[in-house]
């Protein structure tokens, strides 16, 4: 073998281990790549989880100021009548007195419903398909709705901030139509449609205009918020005379938790 066809081989040997090392280059910059992704998408997740818990502080202010303090607010406005009227007019002064009995005793199953949702041990422990069960049986005891659920898609487990926000819709949805609709009859579809979950409450109650919807309505603005900050969307339709329905759509979210 002459001179020429060994510095050939040798420049051949050379280009392929020229070729290897590169290829390894491009392996490793790849991996920091998908590294790096990793990072900055579980940095997003932590954000968004921060951004939920600090807005399930709001939306429990909201319920607070839709339902408990608007009831206790109207007891004291009929305490307050019935002082001024006992005297002059006993039989006014009494309904007004049995009036503000009531709004108290609404008030007191309000902050123990409050209570009791902040975090349901049912939805922490066996998932949001037995925590709306559960809440349906307690619903359906305590103001006689006639309520129907409907559940399509294998959910299974899915990843916390998802099954509370899932959970908190629904709940405002009925509270919306005992509340304001009136309506004694409400259906409720949980559905999982490939990568997002929809929720849908619909009720046959009085309904109203939604652009004429006052601030007061925080439960409408909470389901919302609590649906953009999870990247997804909600409409309110509603006519007055009508009923209501609500529909949200959510990215679904994994449970990333090794405890089912």
Request: hydrophobic share 40%; glycine share 8%; with cysteine.
């Amino acid at each position: 073998m002459d001179d020429s066809s060994r510095s050939r081989d040798d420049l051949l040997r050379e280009l392929a281990q020229l070729q290897g090392r590169i290829r390894t280059l491009e392996t490793a910059a790849a991996s920091r790549v998908e590294a790096d992704a990793a990072a900055a998408a579980e940095r997003h997740h932590l954000r968004q989880l921060i951004r939920l818990h600090e807005r399930e502080r709001q939306m429990v202010a909201y319920e607070i100021h839709d339902g408990l303090a608007q009831d206790l607010a109207g007891a004291q406005f009929q305490f307050q009548a019935f002082l001024e009227l006992r005297d002059r007019d006993p039989e006014q002064a009494d309904r007004a007195f049995e009036t503000g009995l009531r709004l108290l005793n609404e008030g007191l199953e309000e902050a123990r419903r409050l209570i009791a949702n902040l975090k349901p041990p049912v939805l922490e422990e066996l998932g949001v398909i037995a925590a709306l069960d559960d809440l349906f049986w307690q619903w359906r005891q305590q103001y006689d709705l006639e309520i129907e659920f409907v559940h399509r898609g294998r959910l299974g487990r899915i990843a916390p901030p998802l099954e509370t926000a899932i959970y908190r819709v629904v709940q405002e949805g009925l509270t919306n139509a005992r509340r304001h609709s009136h309506s004694r009859r409400v259906r409720v579809v949980l559905r999982r449609r490939a990568r997002v979950v929809q929720v849908s409450i619909r009720d046959w109650g009085k309904g109203f205009d939604p652009d004429r919807v006052g601030p007061g309505r925080f439960g409408l603005r909470g389901i919302r918020e609590r649906a953009e900050l999870l990247g997804g969307s909600a409409s309110i339709r509603s006519r007055p005379g009508r009923g209501t329905r609500i529909a949200v759509d959510l990215p679904l979210i994994e449970n990333c938790s090794d405890e089912d």
